[in-house]
């Protein structure tokens, strides 16, 4: 078995989703993980249904596997980023209709998953209030989700209400362990907030994981860097992710790189092949 290996294209903000495609299929990517935003496929412009038909004949074409991600910045509020979330004192509804329409985009493009996360807790609201807004978005997003047989990933993201894997365990507690429901893994994430290195929270999470981003990062500092400049162990995680049986599509993740982004993605792509083939040697000599 070896891993399938996608890129964001938050990572091409500076391209036209169609060029993006063509160069990270060119690359010899396997996929790509879709941000659903203004600059690629707008979930808000008109005629979206006719533009994801087209996404999806070109995705084909390029031999792309797809992921769809909700991390836009401000395609719902041009003044505040990531605004309105699940668990904004106002607007959430706004969010929930972003989430559902990137379900049916998932859909109509056979995506492998939908990967969400809570939003930052307004000042002066309390942790039950923030959980009882969570499970309540929660639940209609996976309504939808189980109406178009799409599954969901939940992404634990640092200064969030949710920021750990601890936190994704505790809101599938909340909601009675969910089917459509599994985990999103930012590797970067882990070695910034996590209370152990990537490869043991990959174990930890085994079977629920459903997406994965990746990328490097260091202790304590929310910051999205390139294969190196951190300190991720890349044949480390890669190799605990082929010991889990992971299967679906692990894309890099590096949304203020679009400045260089066919280099950047060019180098990524050296750096997991080389990091694989160091971790498949490890299980042969083991």
């Known amino acids: 078995m070896t891993l399938r290996f996608g890129y964001g294209t938050n990572g091409f903000a500076g391209h036209r989703l169609d060029d993006a495609l063509g160069v990270v299929a060119d690359l010899g990517y396997d996929g790509v993980a879709l941000t659903l935003d203004h600059p690629h496929l707008d979930p808000f412009a008109p005629d979206l249904a006719a533009r994801t038909d087209d996404v999806r004949r070109r995705l084909a074409a390029y031999g792309l596997a797809v992921v769809v991600e909700t991390g836009a910045r401000y395609v719902m509020d041009p ?18 209709d972003y989430l559902r329409r990137a379900i049916r985009v998932a859909a109509d493009l056979g995506a492998e998953a939908v990967s969400f996360w809570s939003g930052t807790l307004p000042e002066g609201t309390g942790t039950p209030e923030g959980w009882q807004r969570l499970t309540s978005g929660v639940e209609q997003v996976l309504a939808e989700a189980q109406r178009h047989d799409v599954r969901c990933a939940f992404e634990p993201e640092p200064g969030m209400f949710v920021d750990t894997l601890a936190g994704v365990t505790e809101l599938h507690r909340r909601l009675g ?29 085994g079977s629920s994981l459903g997406n994965v981003q990746i990328d490097d990062m260091r202790p304590g500092v929310h910051e999205h860097l390139e294969f190196g400049d951190g300190d991720v162990d890349l044949p480390a995680t890669l190799r605990a992710l082929l010991d889990v049986d992971y299967r679906g599509l692990v894309s890099v993740e590096l949304p203020r790189h679009s400045h260089a982004a066919p280099a950047v993605a060019a180098r990524s792509l050296d750096a997991l092949r080389t990091a694989q083939a160091t971790a498949l040697a490890a299980e042969v000599t083991g």
């Open 79 to 96: 003044w505040h980023k990531h605004e309105p979330t699940l668990v904004s004192d106002v607007g959430r509804e706004r969010r929930l």
């Open 177 to 205: 362990d969910p089917e459509h429901l599994t985990v999103t893994v930012d590797v970067g994430h882990c070695v910034c907030n996590e209370p152990a290195p990537p490869q043991d929270r990959i174990r930890d999470v």
